[in-house]
C-alpha cells in the first residue's frame, strides 16, 4: 500500500500526534463555561482578589537569582549522563569531569562575589 512500506508505523504515529491537540482544543472547547462578563476577564490570583496595578516593577535581583540557578541546574543535568556511564569511561572522562565542575565553581564564587545570590 505505501511507497515506503518501513515508514507506515511512523506515519500512523505521526497522524496520531497531529490529531491529539486537535481533539484536546475541540473537547475542552465543548465543556468549558459558556458564561461571559465581568468576573470571567479578572485576574485570577490564587482566590484572592486581585489589588493594584498588574504592571509592577520587579527588582532585577530576582531575574539575575533565577537566571544563575538555572545555569547550574541545567549544567548538574549535564552531569547525570557522566555519572550514568562512569565505569565505562575512564581516566580522560573523569579528567574531562573535573574540569568542567572546576569551570562550575569558578563560575559560583564569580556570582557570589558580585553579590548575585544575596537577596538583601
Known amino acids: 500500500m505505501f511507497v515506503l512500506s518501513g515508514y507506515d508505523a511512523l506515519l500512523i504515529f505521526l497522524m ?3 490529531l491529539v491537540p486537535v481533539l484536546a482544543l475541540t473537547i475542552s472547547s465543548l465543556l468549558r463555561p459558556k458564561g461571559s462578563g465581568a468576573f470571567r476577564t479578572t485576574t485570577y490570583e490564587s482566590g484572592v482578589d486581585p489589588r493594584g496595578d498588574s504592571w509592577i516593577q520587579f527588582n ?3 531575574y539575575m537569582f533565577a537566571l544563575v540557578f538555572v ?3 541545567v549544567e548538574t543535568v549535564f552531569l547525570y549522563p557522566w555519572a550514568a556511564a562512569f565505569n565505562q569511561l575512564g581516566l580522560l572522562a573523569f579528567i574531562e569531569a573535573l574540569i568542567f565542575i572546576a569551570i ?3 563560575a559560583l564564587v564569580y556570582a557570589w562575589r558580585k553579590g548575585a545570590l544575596e537577596w538583601t
Request: proline share 0%.
Open 16 to 18: 496520531l500526534s497531529a
Open 60 to 62: 532585577i535581583r530576582y
Open 104 to 106: 562550575l565553581v569558578v
Open 71 to 73: 545555569v547550574f541546574d
